[in-house]
């Protein structure tokens, strides 16, 4: 398997405008987190699914943000509209579900908005 | 609120010399812990974990040391080589809400010649 993909690698945008983040997970993961990297807060939980369903979006930081999982293989994260302080790497992870399991991490997409 | 806490954001240490990065947490569901080591411009990888029946991991140079009365866990690299100069972050996850994976700040491991 090729691992978890991301796309793009890098995104530069203007402020104001929308932007789509993608993922597409290891196949036979039931699990799917989007993460964003900042220096203050490190790695922080947005989002997961379970089979394709939102289980927890308390760390979606405003209604600009919503992310949805149509089906198993696919996963998108979308900002609209974008602000600068929106700047910061997003990963993508997924995992089998269950106890002792590990998340396997995208190589993220560096988002900078200007 | 961080319920999982890497107090340190750097640490510099001499090669062939222990690494110890320290962990806290406080949320006292927590009972399977991760470390991830990330490397600039790449996804983290997972490095090793331990669950809250053990107080002790080891895999090679790696050992994962939990003190669950003292919420506490730490990493420990000996020897320390320069390819483990990079990002290391502690992450947790309950049993309860299985699969939800919380991580700290990360800690940024120097490793001098």
């Known amino acids: 398997d090729a691992g978890v993909i991301q796309s793009p690698r890098h995104e530069v945008t203007e402020m104001g405008q929308e932007v789509t983040l993608r993922c597409k997970p290891i196949s036979g993961h039931d699990y799917l987190f989007w993460y964003r990297q900042t220096m203050m807060r490190g790695l922080e939980l947005l989002i997961y699914f379970n089979n394709n369903v939102p289980i927890d979006d308390s760390g979606m930081p405003e209604d600009r943000f919503s992310a949805k999982m149509p089906n198993a293989s696919f996963s998108t994260l979308k900002i609209q509209p974008s602000e600068p302080r929106d700047s910061a790497v997003y990963f993508c992870?997924?995992?089998?579900?269950?106890?002792?399991?590990?998340?396997?991490f995208g190589q993220g997409t560096r988002l900078t908005v200007v | 609120d961080q319920q999982v806490k890497q107090n340190s954001p750097s640490l510099s240490v001499q090669e062939g010399r222990i690494s110890i990065l320290n962990c806290d947490y406080t949320?006292?569901?927590?009972?399977?812990f991760l470390w991830y080591k990330k490397y600039p411009a790449e996804g983290p990888t997972f490095l090793i974990s331990i669950s809250s029946i053990k107080d002790k991991n080891e895999d090679g140079r790696f050992t994962v040391f939990l003190n669950k009365s003292a919420k506490h866990l730490s990493l420990h690299i000996v020897p320390s080589q320069p390819g483990d100069s990079a990002v290391y972050f502690c992450?947790?996850?309950?049993?309860?809400?299985?699969?939800?994976?919380?991580f700290g700040s990360g800690t940024r491991l120097s490793i001098r010649p």
């Open positions: 949320n006292s569901m927590f009972d399977y």
């Open positions: 992450a947790a996850k309950g049993y309860s809400s299985a699969s939800k994976i919380i």
């Open positions: 992870a997924s995992s089998w579900g269950g106890y002792g399991t590990e998340a396997f």
